[in-house]
């Protein structure tokens, strides 16, 4: 049976990862309230909805990709029951393709494991100047055509 604690709005007594004490450090220090449950590892979609019932908050889906070369890196983050289209991700961004980042460039560069993907792992002073990660925003309107882009490139 998967595992999920009880809601706490505490940090952790002891964290698992640097990426986990950042974010820990980053909320205390700005005062930001928060929520949170303790589970065993989600990788799979039920397991998600299972944590987003329990928090009673909509679930997201992170993904972590890259080019050919695997030296621009890109964060889509979407609703949990949208699918993901590489087509249109990479038309909407003018590149030839995308392909899922390893799992050891995603803990590498953003600190995590497959299934704990966050926009938090900027957080980490881990992205050597070789690599590239777009902060992209694309609103999609309901039959697939982009209705808004911003892009951001760290210098």
């Known amino acids: 049976m998967f595992y999920i604690s009880e809601i706490t709005n505490t940090a952790p007594s002891e964290c698992k990862t640097e990426l986990q004490k950042k974010v820990y450090q980053a909320l205390e220090a700005l005062s930001i309230f928060f929520e949170r449950v303790d589970s065993d590892a989600a990788v799979e979609m039920e397991a998600c909805l299972a944590i987003d019932e329990r928090l009673g908050v909509p679930i997201v889906k992170t993904l972590f990709l890259c080019n ?8 889509f983050i979407t609703s949990g029951g949208k699918p993901f289209r590489s087509k249109d991700f990479s038309t909407a961004l003018n590149i030839s393709r995308v392909s899922f980042a390893s799992a050891e460039k995603l803990e590498q560069l953003m600190g995590s494991q497959i299934g704990g993907t966050s926009v938090l792992g900027a957080l980490l002073e881990t992205l050597p100047r070789l690599y590239r990660l777009s902060l992209t925003v694309i609103r999609f309107n309901r039959n697939g055509s982009v209705v808004a882009m911003a892009r951001r490139f760290p210098s």
């Not at 050919?68 to 964060?75: D, E, G, I, N, S």
């Open 68 to 75: 050919r070369q695997q030296t621009q890196f890109y964060l």
